[in-house]
């Protein structure tokens, strides 16, 4: 019989995608530190129960993580990324003919759908099959999910021009 | 109006920028999360030793046993000889008589 796989083998990048997927969800800050830690606390005490022929271990990180979020209610947009945008202000930069929202300022006011869907694509790296295994549905569904919510959140990021 | 991953000066798309501009977690985090789990592993190391030391002391102690029945059965056992017919003509230790079918307790090893 083989030694058991440890999915934390590796921890340092598995740490930073889970906080990017979070702080993609609920907003980049004290909040998504707490719950990323939590993630790795629940994830250290049932490490040896992790099985490689169900899930990679990012996928079963970010299972986790979302159960932390699902626990926690978390799903809408944060009040620290809405401060964001007010603070955005295009008159305050000067010398600059574009002024660039904060992006993710913009993807904080996305669907919770939408927010998770980008959380997972673009802040844990994971592909559309690995999204759809997550989230129970088919990779080409998640595709065009994924799309419509880049879509929506280039209608989010529009700015002021002074030209 | 302009989109602002569109600025004229960088022509990246938004995807490119949602990757690369992704949050990142704070070094302070980075370090406790990666020393909970090196903690962890030298709990799990030490859990497997004291295990492995409570299986050896079992095992030999279920072997040692074995041994002690074994021996005890060649000895003559209950009284029934380690033939089991109460002949105990084979092993039968010093100081116990056989007689009648059955052993007579002379000392503690008959």
């Known amino acids: 019989m083989g030694r058991k796989a440890d999915p934390l083998g590796d921890p340092a990048p598995l740490i930073r995608r889970v906080y990017a997927y979070v702080a993609y969800r609920i907003g980049d800050g004290p909040e998504a530190e707490d719950v990323s830690s939590e993630v790795f606390e629940r994830a250290i005490r049932y490490r040896w129960s ?5 899930a990679a271990p990012i996928t079963w990180l970010m299972a986790i993580a979302r159960s932390v979020l699902a626990d926690r209610g978390r799903g809408h947009a944060s009040p620290v990324a809405e401060e964001a945008i007010d603070l955005a202000d295009p ?10 929202l904060d992006l993710q300022a913009a ?30 549905s088919e990779p080409h569904a998640v595709e065009v999910s994924l799309s419509r919510a880049v879509s929506r959140l280039r209608s989010f990021a529009t700015v002021s021009s002074d030209l | 109006m302009r989109r602002f991953w ?12 949602l990757r690369a501009e992704r949050p990142g977690p704070s070094q302070d985090l980075l370090d406790r999360i990666t020393g909970q789990l090196a903690d962890d592993g030298k709990q799990r190391r030490a859990l497997s030793k ?5 299986a050896v002391v079992f ?3 279920v072997l ?8 005890f059965g060649a000895a003559g056992g209950n009284g029934n000889g380690n033939n089991g017919n109460g002949n105990g003509n084979s092993g039968t230790p010093a100081g116990c008589v056989e007689g009648q079918g059955q052993v007579t307790l002379q000392n503690p090893n008959c």
């Open chain 1, 107 to 136: 993807v904080a006011q996305l669907s919770g759908r939408d927010r998770e869907l980008i959380g997972l694509r673009y802040g844990a790296d994971l592909t559309a099959a690995q999204i759809a295994e997550l989230l129970e």
């Open chain 2, 6 to 17: 569109d600025s004229g000066q960088d022509h990246g798309d938004i995807e490119v920028r």
């Open chain 2, 50 to 54: 004291t295990r492995k030391s409570v």
């Open chain 2, 64 to 71: 040692m046993s074995g041994f002690g029945a074994a021996a």
């Open chain 1, 91 to 100: 008159l305050d930069v000067e010398g600059e003919s574009v002024q660039r």
């Open chain 1, 50 to 54: 992790y099985n490689p022929d169900k």
């Open chain 2, 59 to 61: 095992a030999s102690l």
